[in-house]
């Protein structure tokens, strides 16, 4: 039990143009997920946080309108990077966490490049 | 507020060494305490939790943590590394609704 699937693996666009990036709690509702940033040989840097029906809490220095993210069921948020540049490269990981857990879930992250 | 700290960025070991990997922790309330390993492009896996009761957490793959409220630490060890054991190891605190914070991470080698 407790998957999350995050799709596409990986994905490759132009500069300028926008790509969504999915995440799904397959077998639990997820009333809480978390979306990181992870740049190459670094830590994950958490860049908001959506609770499902609400809008997102972005951390500090974090567009908000660069990346748009959709909580709009229990089992599916989603980041929309848009207007993509080269800089916007990364390794973009999400978690779910169930109400009152105190343990949150990951997918397998989705590797952006922007040529 | 709370931090954490990964004192090693990298720690290499010879195969069947024991390995013990460092993590320090600031925080004005009470925490729970997580070590998640990360495998050359992929997701994160929880190898193990400390939430409360027994200082001594056992994980999966023979890891293990203990917890150490005095000195803020909670160490993660393992007897006997293995060449898969070659990856990013993450300490991450959490509290309440578990907004986590993530060390910067650990990279463990284990030479053959």
């Given at each position: 039990g407790a998957v999350v699937s995050q799709h596409p693996s990986w994905v490759i666009c132009k500069s300028g143009t926008s790509v969504k990036i999915e995440c799904r709690s397959l077998d639990f509702q997820a009333t809480t997920m978390f979306w990181y940033r992870q740049f190459p040989k670094q830590s994950l840097m958490l860049m908001a946080t959506s609770n499902e029906g609400s809008k997102a809490t972005y951390e500090q220095g974090v567009e908000k309108d660069k990346f748009l993210i959709n909580h709009?069921?229990?089992t599916l948020s989603t980041l929309t990077v848009t207007?993509?540049?080269?800089?916007?490269?990364s390794f973009y990981i999400c978690s779910a966490q169930r109400g009152g857990d105190t343990e949150a879930f990951f997918g397998q992250g989705t590797r952006l490049t922007v040529v | 507020a709370q931090s954490v700290t990964q004192l090693d960025s990298q720690v290499p070991v010879f195969e069947e060494a024991p390995v013990e990997l460092r993590c320090n922790y600031s925080s004005s309330v009470s925490v729970y305490l997580f070590w998640y390993v990360q495998y050359p492009n992929q997701g994160l896996q929880l190898l193990l939790k400390y939430l409360?009761?027994?200082t001594l957490v056992k994980g999966i793959n023979g890891f293990e943590a203990e917890f150490n409220k005095s000195q803020t630490s909670f160490h993660l060890r393992k007897p006997s590394v293995h060449i898969s054991d070659t990856a990013e190891y993450f300490c991450v605190v959490g509290r309440g609704s578990y907004i986590p914070t993530f060390g910067r991470g650990t990279s463990l080698i284990v030479h053959p």
């Open positions: 709009a069921s229990l207007s993509a540049h080269p800089e916007d490269s | 409360s009761g027994s």
